[in-house]
């Protein structure tokens, strides 16, 4: 066998954060009479700092400055409505501070995060922060992150800052983190949009070369302080050497709007007017992309003379050569492009979307379908992204992309169904999977579908083996009929060999299962996951068959292939490390195997898909382990943990003969053991079985987070669990929870 491959390093790029969004703003000529803003920042004396005002108030483009004079480490994240999914919020910010502390592992860290690892990733993230040097880290635009689980990881972020270091959170609102804590112990610092204001003498200042003291006056009242009026109106009339304001306006907003629909567009050139018009259809914007979404080259260097020529509505981020339009200038770029020629948004945004997929961006490309108000089979692009968001544990994006239809619209289009299907089956509503299976068969859907596969049946009968709902005989007639689609099974068909082999194993109708996972070894080969998991079953089977050297080897692989691939976190790979713990302690490396034990333990824990065969299967594998270890007390509590499933999957037969098996090696080993729980340990215990963060349960209990996580961890060690869901579980076995009546149901429901 070969040596190992260690595993490469990640790259922010290669964990999809476009490397723009790690950069601020280009400080401009537009930052002037800001002095008195910096100095505040300057003066804050808590961990946190709060940025709070509307478009237009230069909340970016001061924090920029105010970066550029410190001498601290500095890191930025531009955050958007792609960050409402907790794994893509939470790996922007690793990559963020990677930057400023790129030997800490954080990208490493960041390529493990999954939807169910996240509060293991933001533990060892709050380890790292504990040591770190001090620095300072700007979230641009975080009032746009409002999922709960997106402000989790946000609360959570912000309760792990030193007091070395210190978080700014910039936006048009105050985000929905819980920061009453924070403001009372003074902690908190604020700068909303009163301060930003330009006070009058400011204006008055910047005004002066361009008017007398009378017209001064008159636009100082017309702009109220309003920093994009008085730095646009400052910028232009430079440019146009003017004097004066021609059309006054009633509020600042209006005047901004009005002087540069009616003023500065009409003032350009005609080719320049048509790129800003045509291109306001981006996000975003490179020399490259637009480029091609225009059909015309020497983008970059129109972008460069835009920004060299004192515009300050385009925005340069830092010197990557990506730019953006200020928020108040791209809507009314975008209402002129759909007043004046309405019939190229379609275009424009399908020459973008062929971008983005060739670029690999599928995120944006999804996006822009998105936009196009219809244009665009916004189903068609989704679909065919879904295995990368899939893949990349991105699934609150997926469920983002579903709530801008009607759930009516969902049903009735093949493609939304099954779309909705996939969203269910990973994000632990296993009761609604069959619902959109059922409308995605009904919808009427001709050709292969967006991501290759043959028809709307072989799709359907992908989520259906990948949810191992109804038993394994149904599993194996799911996983067959992808399988013999051939090419058309779309990018499943690997896993379907993989499924179907497992499936017919576990229901006792092959006697020798090795052929069957050789040719499923051979047609996974490329995909990571799937190789490994196939070659955990492999060196599983030879361990059972007493062939130990081979199963060692097998499994070995397995592992050295989940390591180079950085999947160690993911449940779906768990098999693996199941297969390692049982290796192990046939090796009599009986330490090993128990720590390796607790690891798949943990996986179980943070992936509620799991399904009920993969839990029971899992269990049963750990037991076997523990009884090689001598460890009776152990093996009769995974033993049990499968049992309570079994009854869920009647065709299993071999995993019903296994667990009889175990029981009976357990039978020697008496009664469960006594747990002892401290009383403040019972009282972390009961708030655990509830959906409070650590920190919450603290704030309920009037303790600190960090007593909450050492009651925790020794509550852990006790049950002998790994985990919060299994730490609950294994107490109602126990009776040790007392809830009011109907909360042990659900909270049983809650980490089933």
Request: proline share 4%.
């Amino acid at each position: 066998m070969s040596e190992r491959v260690p595993a490469q390093p990640a790259s922010a790029a290669q964990l999809g954060i476009a490397p723009h969004r790690l950069a601020p703003p280009r400080s401009h000529d537009a930052a002037l009479g800001r002095d008195r803003l910096l100095e505040q920042l300057d003066r804050a004396t808590g961990p946190v700092v709060l940025v709070t005002a509307g478009a237009g108030y230069g909340k970016s483009t001061m924090l920029s400055s105010w970066l550029e004079r410190l001498d601290t480490a500095t890191a930025w994240l531009s955050l958007d409505n792609g960050d409402n999914d907790r794994v893509r919020l939470l790996r922007g910010i690793l990559a963020s501070l990677h930057t400023i502390a790129p030997d800490a592992g954080l990208l490493g860290l960041a390529r493990d995060v999954g939807p169910m690892t996240t509060d293991r990733a933001l533990a060892q993230l709050d380890e790292q922060l504990s040591v770190a040097a001090p620095f300072v880290l700007v979230l641009d635009d975080a009032h746009l992150v409002t999922d709960p689980d997106a402000v989790h990881v946000l609360d959570s972020v912000i309760e792990s800052i030193p007091m070395a270091g210190r978080i700014v959170l910039a936006g048009r609102s105050a985000p929905r983190v819980h920061t009453a804590r924070l403001h009372l112990a003074g902690a908190l610092d604020s700068i909303e949009a009163a301060d930003l204001l330009f006070t009058a003498d400011e204006t008055d200042a910047l005004l002066h070369e361009f008017a007398d003291r009378a017209d001064r006056r008159t636009m100082i009242d017309q702009l109220g302080g309003w920093p994009a009026g008085v730095q646009f109106v400052v910028l232009g009339m430079r440019r146009a050497n003017a004097d004066r304001i021609a059309d006054p306006a009633t509020t600042s907003a209006q005047l901004l709007t009005s002087y540069f629909q009616q003023e500065f567009l009409r003032s350009l050139p005609h080719a320049e007017r048509q790129f800003l018009i045509r291109t306001s259809v981006l996000e975003r914007l490179s020399g490259d992309l637009c480029d091609h979404v225009l059909d015309h080259p020497g983008s970059a260097e129109h972008l460069e003379d835009l920004v060299s020529a004192g515009n300050v509505f385009v925005v340069p981020i830092a010197n990557t050569g990506v730019f953006r339009y200020h928020p108040l200038f791209a809507d009314v770029l975008l209402a002129e492009l759909r007043r004046s020629a309405p019939e190229l948004e379609a275009p424009l945004r399908r020459r973008a979307i062929e971008w983005h997929d060739r670029h690999g961006e599928w995120t944006s490309a999804v996006d822009q379908a998105l936009a196009s108000n219809g244009a665009i089979d916004a189903s068609s692009e989704m679909f065919k992204h879904l295995r990368p968001a899939i893949a990349s544990g991105q699934v609150a994006t997926i469920g983002r992309w579903l709530d801008g239809f009607d759930p009516a619209d969902i049903r009735s289009n093949a493609l939304l169904a099954l779309t909705a299907a996939w969203h269910a089956l990973f994000s632990n509503q296993a009761s609604e999977i069959g619902r959109w299976l059922e409308a995605a068969e009904q919808a009427t859907y001709v050709g292969p579908l967006p991501d290759g596969t043959v028809d709307v049946a072989t799709a359907s009968a992908a989520v259906a083996m990948l949810a191992g709902v109804s038993g394994v005989n149904r599993t194996a007639e799911m996983a067959r009929i992808v399988r013999e689609a051939g090419e058309g099974g779309g990018p499943w068909r690997s896993l379907a060999f993989l499924l179907e082999t497992v499936a017919c194993q576990l229901s006792g109708a092959l006697d020798d299962a090795r052929p069957m996972f050789e040719i499923a070894e051979f047609e996974t080969r490329g995909f990571a996951a799937a190789h490994a998991v196939t070659m955990a079953h492999l060196g599983i089977d030879a361990l059972h068959r007493g062939d130990d050297s081979l199963g060692a080897q097998q499994v070995r692989q397995a592992v050295e292939e989940i390591d180079a691939s950085g999947l160690h976190e993911f449940a779906q790979v768990a098999i693996v490390f199941a297969g390692r713990s049982l290796a192990e302690a046939r090796a009599g490396a009986f330490a090993a195997s128990r720590h390796t034990s607790d690891h798949v333990e943990h996986l179980l824990g943070t992936m509620d898909t799991v399904h009920v065969r993969s839990h029971i299967h899992h269990h049963l594998i750990l037991a076997d382990a523990a009884l090689i270890r001598g460890e009776h007390a152990a093996a009769s509590r995974l033993l049990r943990a499968a049992q309570i499933r079994l009854p869920g999957e009647p065709d299993a037969v071999v995993l019903h003969e296994w667990a009889a098996r175990i029981a009976r090696r357990c039978s020697n080993a008496g009664g469960a053991p006594t747990v002892e729980l401290t009383p403040a340990e019972h009282r972390v215990l009961e708030q655990l079985a509830t959906h409070r963060t650590l920190a919450e349960i603290g704030d309920h209990l009037y303790v600190s987070r960090n007593t909450v996580k050492t009651h925790t961890v020794s509550i852990y060690r006790k049950l002998l669990v790994s985990g919060r869901s299994g730490a609950v579980e294994r107490a109602m076995e126990l009776d040790l929870l007392d809830l009011p009546s109907g909360e042990n149901e659900r909270a049983a429901a809650s980490v089933r």
